[in-house]
């Protein structure tokens, strides 16, 4: 399945997809290769690549990014507390993190 970032979505099969779930548990609904570049991701991120592709950015965002369990949750509050809250009395800081700072790829975990 071609996407609009150029890349092309291949469901895996057979041995490989054996060989992924073994090592992949949380994928549940199958793993795709993302080419070029061979990236393993939920098939799931198929329904929201173009989405995710397209995503205006405004000149004020700040994207955070890391890898699964390494803080980036904790990087998130952080940045949050810095550019909205420095005096701690934000209304929005008794809400959870996610409903303070938008996950761009978390629609891909519904599906």
């Known amino acids: 399945m071609p996407l609009e970032s150029g890349h092309d979505v291949v469901p895996l099969e057979g041995e490989e997809l054996a060989r992924q779930e073994k090592n992949f548990v949380g994928f549940t609904h199958g ?16 329904q929201v690549a173009d989405k995710i592709f397209n995503f ?14 390494c803080g980036t949750a904790w990087i998130q509050e952080i940045v949050w507390t810095m550019r909205n809250n ?15 700072v938008p996950y761009i790829e978390y629609a891909l975990h519904l599906h």
């Open 86 to 100: 420095p005096d701690i009395d934000h209304p929005m800081a008794v809400l959870p993190i996610l409903g303070r």
């Open 56 to 69: 205006k950015w405004l000149p004020t965002d700040v994207l955070v990014m890391g890898y699964p369990r």
């Open 31 to 46: 793993i795709a290769r993302l080419t070029p570049g061979n990236w393993f991701l939920p098939m799931a991120y198929a």
